[in-house]
């Protein structure tokens, strides 16, 4: 069974740099997926992130791109999101998923909830 | 970006009634639709893709259908564990997918 958890601080000042890690268990990460990172603020709808595939090539939503890099490291079989100057914008739950060639999300993690505050 | 709106926000429905959940999309996405079910601290579930198909271990009584911009989510006979938030995403445009606002479904 494919399992997906994020992990990572939960509590952020403003500027500081959200750091999440996603653990795929179940299935390689090396397979031929793209992984993704989406976000949904308190109230609001999901958001998109971006996705990375095992070989590091990424894709990020334009609207964050200046802020965002993803990362990959399979001898752990985990891969990673940084969002540089958080703001309160920035709160929201954070869920990581395996993208299938099809393009939707299948399975889910079960999402962390980080909170940027002073 | 393709606006995915859903409706009603809110359904209220009895158990073992059917539910009726739409989604539109502000341009046509041809089939390139899935829905998701989203229960609190859980994982989102993929229900559907591709409209129409049940993803693997879904039960027959949720179904999909439509096309182009209007879409629809049944649930034929609510069950306890149906009672969730419903989402659609479009996934027509590599990388630009979008998610509607969600549908609750709640106990009448």
């Known amino acids: 069974q494919v399992q997906l958890q994020e992990s990572g601080p939960g509590l952020l000042k403003p500027s500081d740099t959200l750091s999440l890690t996603c653990t795929v268990s179940g299935y390689s990460i090396s397979n031929n997926n793209w992984w993704g990172w989406m976000r949904q603020p308190p109230g609001k709808g999901l958001e998109w992130i971006g996705y990375?595939?095992?070989?590091?090539?990424?894709t990020y939503n334009p609207s964050l791109e200046s802020r965002v890099t993803m990362s990959v490291d399979t001898s752990k079989n985990q891969f990673s999101l940084r969002l540089y100057s958080v703001t309160a914008v920035d709160t929201a739950m954070y869920y990581c998923?395996?993208?299938?060639?099809?393009?939707?999300?299948?399975?889910w993690g079960q999402g962390t909830l980080v909170t940027v505050s002073s | 970006e393709i606006v995915m709106t859903q409706s009603p926000a809110t359904l209220s429905v009895s158990p073992g009634e059917r539910a009726t959940l739409s989604c539109r999309a502000s341009?046509?996405?041809?089939?390139?639709l899935a829905w998701y079910q989203h229960k609190p601290g859980q994982a989102p579930r993929l229900l559907i893709y591709?409209?129409?198909t049940r993803a693997t271990s879904i039960p027959a009584r949720f179904s999909g259908s439509g096309s182009g911009t209007e879409f629809t989510l049944t649930i034929s006979s609510l069950q306890a564990e149906d009672f969730a938030l419903y989402y659609c995403q479009q996934y027509n445009k590599w990388p630009l997918f979008t998610f509607g606002p969600g549908t609750k479904v709640d106990i009448k």
């Open positions: 998923a395996r993208k299938e060639p099809g393009n939707w999300f299948d399975p």
């Open positions: 990375i595939r095992y070989s590091g090539s990424t």
């Open positions: 341009e046509s996405v041809s089939s390139n």
């Open positions: 591709g409209a129409s």
